[in-house]
């Protein structure tokens, strides 16, 4: 099983950007689908951004446009790159890992609401704080 580390978090202040990484234990090849989620005290955790088995990406409504999520082909680590950051963007960023079919669509079919339980791997999170 594939382990997960997230990195690159910290304090920005409104309007600014953040690159965050997410370095998988071994190379995951093209049969896993990999996704970032957030969680906000009090709030469920949430979908932000995933990528399918066949390289397509999905992006939640709040961050389309400002957002973008990337993958290594050949360290299969995982990016997000987050401008014109918000307040309502501060969580907790998790990234997340699941087995889907090599070269087809999986993950990106199904609605931002249902990423979370798609996914069985998880990172420990890295902290994203803007301020206002």
């Known amino acids: 099983q594939v382990q997960l580390a997230e990195s690159g978090g910290g304090s920005v202040e409104s309007g600014g950007s953040l690159t965050l990484s997410c370095a998988v234990s071994?190379?995951?090849?093209?049969?896993?689908?990999m996704g970032w989620l957030r969680q906000s005290p009090g709030k469920e955790r949430e979908g932000v951004a995933v990528?399918?088995?066949?390289?397509?990406?999905s992006y939640a409504d709040s961050v389309k446009g400002r957002f973008t999520i990337s993958q290594d082909t050949v360290t299969s680590t995982l990016y997000l790159q987050m401008n014109s950051l918000k307040a309502e963007d501060t969580a907790m960023y998790y990234c997340?890992?699941?087995?889907?079919?090599?070269?087809?669509?999986?993950?990106?079919?199904?609605?931002?609401?249902?990423?979370?339980?798609?996914?069985?791997?998880w990172g420990q999170g890295t902290q994203v704080t803007v301020s206002s």
């Open positions: 071994r190379s995951a090849g093209s049969g896993v689908c």
């Open positions: 990528i399918d088995g066949d390289g397509s990406t």
């Open positions: 997340a890992a699941d087995f889907c079919v090599p070269h087809k669509a999986t993950v990106t079919r199904l609605a931002p609401r249902a990423w979370s339980a798609f996914f069985g791997t």
